[in-house]
């Protein structure tokens, strides 16, 4: 989560204003599904990614997981909306064919065209620099905000607290082996034990933080948190991707209102 | 301008007949308390476990529950005159667990935390961080390093400094270096002390290793649970003078007092057994191979090239300091973790047709043969009721139940059987998790850190018992830094130096 060592330009864009301009993409492209929207976008938001310090390398490695959702749910769009055109592939009840091709493609491309811009905004921004814009920019209340950074750096922790306690239990004669509902059962008791484990590491945080003075309602910010021209060109960029997204669909005549 | 570098005012303490009781309990935490510190004093507090250090820590540094939630204060505490809890900043607390003093993840940015909070204007908080950071000796990383790199130690320190940073009159430490290994100990011990002498600020620090903090203090009180007859303070002087008076009673309620080793049983067997368990070429790590992609990668072994033999009736201490990997060797001794590289393999004796590869027997297999007690007990808690978590291996095995009886009887919890695991006190807590691993008989035990933040007695306790099994038979393989502990049990120690290779003989003394 921490970007130590990253000196791409966008990291120095306020998080405020990448958050906007991700949500204005993700909102347009969330209202069709057409696979010219989802290109343009696609193709504008990999432009991007030497600003943010990501290569396609980077890209697999963090987002492989969306990566591949995208492609499924494509594939099965293809393969079970309903049919139009000619047809391509017909195996049983599974058919495909151009029309449904397109649909397919476009609900790919478009989940791509979703992910992307989200993967972008983690790989150039801080949680702590994202945190301070949304108290100190956006308004939201600070004891919300910091209280919710505070419990992300524990999660890091509940992944390791997690392994260590998989092995005590396997210790105590508790395997991961056996039916389904066995392993169901194992599961269900070392979530347990995470969570008391989670409860008691976060009441003695809560200690920590309100020791230190935490929950007044006033409070300076060591770090304060700026716009420059940068912001302007994150936010205008923003525009430009997502009117472009439109614009192109509507050319095309593939627009697709979604509701 | 920042201000100047010492504003430090240094706070008394009063209570007169404070009493607390927390929410949801019949029983006042504490009860009748007198109480006063003058300006700068540094006082070491001492008791057995119930006598309410920490409650009153807590009520100093003004984080205990509001009244409203059916707790009950009665008397009065106070720091200056006035309550501590409309004094934000006047007080700094640091509690035992590292992990949950550190708040944000860069180091400049959680000094800095404490200070935002009461409104201090930025241009001096950065001028306060530098500082802070400098008189913890942290002052070797940059403002951006990230907190999760810190040794528990070092995290420690750092939230001294984080607490050095609001200026605060009164610095409260409850038992700071209960979960750090001996160098961290006087890290921290020694941070403290450099940050006294230059404030001045008055000091409550509770710990039950009276040496590492004897020196560093000029009084000691000794609290006792309070009851409507007798007052919470037992006793109250200059540290020679009460440990003087009090050395029998402090030891008998479990405390470390300087130059007191408890008695334990002594080794009677020593003779070499049966070969239980060998490792050879050994590569540990406590990650598992990742996933990038369609590529898999090995984890980074934590140590290489590792050699050791468990025998019957012997003990195998692994010790050598933080991060090299000496957990990791003993889970993964124990069939908890998968070698990165070389084997780990059962004798015929052990493995008892379950095949030679511990890690890939089934964790019924396991618990008879070999037991692991984990350094937090809490991790290995499976039930809600103590008689079933001792039940719990031998049910499962379908034998041993009559076991149970024996160690309840011999570990004193058969006061206990009816009771939560999690709300049993540490040394319970402990015991009880040696008992339940212990009722699946297995005839390799392996512990990780058993005496880390131990009182005297559940130490003398446990090395006894410890040194007993070893007699019957038992082959006990430990991770440790205490010296006095490796002692008891005897036998081969296999040091592990950071990253490097090491190899123990059989039987070698």
Known sequence: MSLHGTHALLTRANPLAKFVAVFAITLVLALSIDWVSASTALLAEFALFPLAGLTLRLLWQRGWPLILAAALGGWSTAILSADSGKTLLDVGIWSMSEGSLETGLGFMLRGLAIALPAILLMSCTDPTDLADALAQKAKLPHRFVLGTLAAMRLVGLMAEEWQTIGMARRARGVGSHGSPLQRLRATLGQSFGLLVQAVRRASRLAVTMEARGFGGSERSWARESTYSLLDVWVLLGGVVISAGAVLAAIAGGTWNFVF | MPEAPTAVRPAAVSAQGWGWRHAGRSTQAVHGLDLAIRPGERVLLLGPSGAGKSTLLHALAGVLGDEDDDADETGSLLIDGAAPRAQRGRAGLMQQDPETQVVLSRLGDDVAFGAENLAVPPGDIWARVHEAIDDVGLAGFPLDHPTSALSGGQKQRLALAGILAMRPGLILLDEPTANLDPAGVLEVRDAVGRCLDKTGATLVVVEHRVSVWKDLVDRIVVLQPGSSSEP?????????????QARGMLAAAGVWVPGYVPATRARVGTASGELLLSAADLAVSRERPRRRGFKTIPPVPAQSGLGADVVAGHALTITGPNGAGKSTFALTLAGLLAPVAGTVSAGVGLADGAGSDPYAWK???LISRIGTVFQEPEHQFVTGRVLDELMFGPRHLGHGEERVDELLERLRLTHLVD???????GGEKRRLS????????????????????QDANTWAELASFLSELLDAGTAVVSVTHDQEFSAVLGGTEL???SAAAAYTEAGAA
């Open chain 2, 232 to 244: 919470a303070v037992l006793l109250d002087g200059p540290p020679d003078t009460v440990l003087e």
């Open chain 2, 363 to 365: 964790a019924q297999q």
């Open chain 2, 419 to 425: 009771a939560n695991p999690y709300t049993l006190s």
């Open chain 2, 434 to 453: 040696v008992a339940t691993v212990l009722a699946a008989s297995p005839k390799v035990l392996v512990l990780d850190e058993p005496t880390f933040g």
């Open chain 2, 495 to 497: 040091r592990l130096d």
